[in-house]
């Protein structure tokens, strides 16, 4: 009788430890953070973090806040993609007094982090004189080799274009970051 309670006590012990190794063990390999949220679109597996979803295009990795199925409905022209596709630089350009200033040089700047890991230099601007020192970028300076993407406000949300310069217009500040979103799954080949 005495031998048999020994023999739980020390089963119970046993299974303690093991709960608690195992524990331990799936830390280690699978990480104190919980899983994330993971979609397909295209073949392209996209992966949710905290502010941002990433996904693994053309062999480097490409940051959006917006899945291709979230700027499906952003109106587009036929062939922006094609405009803007192989390309060594694309001018972005605002006018500086724009009421959604802030949205669109956060555009412009995670359109330019995202191109520049594909070795495609985005050139910022302002459409007239500024003391920031930055470049002054018109649509008339819109070339086949250098096309100009021009943020500005409108009454929808849409791509279109004017005397060959593209128009990325939006009229929300969260609008702006879908734009650039659209723009960029265009040039990595991800939407049409």
């Not at 802030?102 to 700047?109: D, E, L, M, R």
Request: glycine share 6%.
């Amino acid at each position: 009788m005495k031998e048999q309670k020994e023999k739980k006590k020390w089963g119970l012990i046993l299974f303690i430890i093991f709960i608690m190794i195992g524990t331990s063990v799936s830390f280690v390999f699978f990480g104190f953070q919980p899983q994330n949220e993971v979609i397909k679109y295209n073949g392209i597996k996209f992966v949710k973090y905290a502010d941002r979803w990433e996904a693994k295009i053309n062999g480097r990795t490409a940051a959006f806040s917006f899945l291709p199925s979230e700027v499906e409905g952003v109106l587009a022209f036929d062939d922006f993609a094609k405009m803007l596709q192989s390309k060594f630089e694309i001018d972005s350009t605002y006018d500086l007094n724009n009421t959604y200033a802030q949205s669109i040089a956060q555009a412009q700047y995670q359109m330019g982090l995202t191109l520049g890991a594909y070795n495609i230099y985005l050139r910022n601007g302002f459409t007239t004189n500024n003391t920031f020192n930055m470049p002054i970028i018109t649509c008339n300076e819109s070339t086949l080799n250098v096309p100009v993407v021009y943020f500005r406000h409108g009454n929808a949300t849409n791509v279109h274009t004017e005397n060959n310069c593209i128009i990325a217009e939006a009229s929300t500040n969260a609008d702006f970051i879908k734009v650039k979103d659209k723009l960029v799954y265009g040039i990595l080949g991800v939407i049409k």
